[in-house]
């Protein structure tokens, strides 16, 4: 593990001198670190898996933070990027119209998310949903690697957009599990995997208890609430109306909106969403500011709060502690 030489706080502060003198060609989204790969998310639309250098920087671990650490990272990073474009280039050209089908992936931002931001990657092929953004990625043949899905590869390939959200929906429901986990003070933590009524309708039964519930597609977990009638079996089990709040881009919580004096609670909810924003998440995890309510009559979500989506985090503090 990367944590057995050097701490998580210091890492990310020498990511962040990366990315702070990161050449203009190079346009990286995200960097982050798991075992002993660094993940690196372009922001060109692929992302990919490169193995970390961990030795010289463990050789200069004393030296944290000098020319001589940030530069073995930054060519650990060109070299991924060189890689990366070479081969989405050699990997789009061989997707064809059934494997995109077969293997596109359903995923979600929050619409301020930069790679939409400042009209970046415009050709990215994506939806509003309530006040985030769906968009699809594709692994590519015999690599690592995704690209987003774009309207370019769509004409190439002679899908149209509803065909390939249409099959990344399919793939979501038939290549995804649903994992459970109550949450309460009388029972402590309680998971599952898969639907499991009982803990469902143990949110009646404990009042301030809360429902968490993702699946398992990788750093997108929260778009379980795109699975086919999850929130619907949920509503008619408890024969309540839901308030749905986004953890992140990961996970949701759920509670009974019967239970609940929404008028009275709502700036309370609000601000916990908020609060797990600002202090918990990196802006790209982050999915909205908003709560959620599903209707069980008309079956469908709807937003009932109006918090502006891109809070810098400077504006998040000022409505959460002022």
Known sequence: MVGEYI??????????????????DMKIRKISILDKFLYVDFDDGVSGEVKLACEPIVNIIECLGTEEAVAELKKNIRSAYETALEIKTEGILNIKREYLLENVK?????????????GKNEDVVCKKYLDFNIYCSVE????????NVTSSLLQEVDVSEDE??????KNLNENNHLHMKLICMEEGIVSSDGYDKEIVKSLKKYDGSMLGIENDLPQNEGTVILMDNVIKKIGEDL?????????????????????????QELEQ???????VNLEDLEYEERLSNNVYMYDR?????????DVKVGLSDDEISQVIYD
């Open 7 to 24: 701490s998580k706080a210091c890492f990310k502060e020498m990511l962040s001198v990366i990315k702070d003198g990161w050449s203009e």
């Open 140 to 147: 590519l043949p015999n690599t690592k690697y995704e690209a």
């Open 106 to 118: 359903v995923r979600i931002c929050n619409i301020k998310d930069f790679m939409f931001k400042d």
């Open 164 to 169: 390939v959200f249409k099959a990344a929906l």
């Open 269 to 275: 909810l609000i601000n916990s969403v908020m609060t």
């Open 239 to 263: 024969e309540d109306d839901l308030l749905l709040l986004p953890s992140s881009k990961f996970d949701w919580i759920i509670m009974p909106a019967g239970s609940i004096p929404i008028e």
């Open 297 to 305: 009559i008309k079956d469908e979500i709807v937003v009932v709060s």
